[in-house]
């Protein structure tokens, strides 16, 4: 069972990360260990060659390891990322993205992650995986 919810996710995200905000990032689902985020298309996002851009891709995978991580430690804000590695498959397209995250491995101050980046024109054709390493502060 995750130990946050949906909502209480997106409260975070509303007061802390407007960024989130700006690239039209929403999370979607979360559950122990698990998450899925969406990342609306928009024509800013675009790089040249007609493709979603890289930061934008990188932010989105970000979010998605914060909401394996939150599911996980619960409410604990400050849980930062420590590493994160992309690897770039495909050309998406101009969609919505989705990012599908789930936890590698929990520990009691590192948690690993791993991200599959999707287009919402071809769900099933990965545009790029992602490793990511949070650091979570002491607890109590």
Known sequence: ????????IQEILDAELPLVDVL??????VKAGECRVRMAFKPDLIRPGGTIAGPAMMALADLAMYGV????????ELAVTTN?????LRKPAQADMLA??????????????????YSEAEPDQL?????????VPPQG
């Open 84 to 88: 994160l590695n992309i690897n770039f």
């Open 69 to 76: 991580v939150l599911s996980l430690v619960g409410r604990i």
């Open 24 to 29: 039209g990032i929403q999370m979607e689902d």
């Open 100 to 117: 599908v995250g789930r936890l590698l491995k929990g520990g009691k101050r590192l948690v690993v992650v791993e991200v599959d980046l």
């Open 127 to 135: 545009v790029a995986h992602v490793t990511g390493t949070y650091s």
């Open 1 to 8: 069972m995750s130990k946050i919810t949906l909502a209480e």
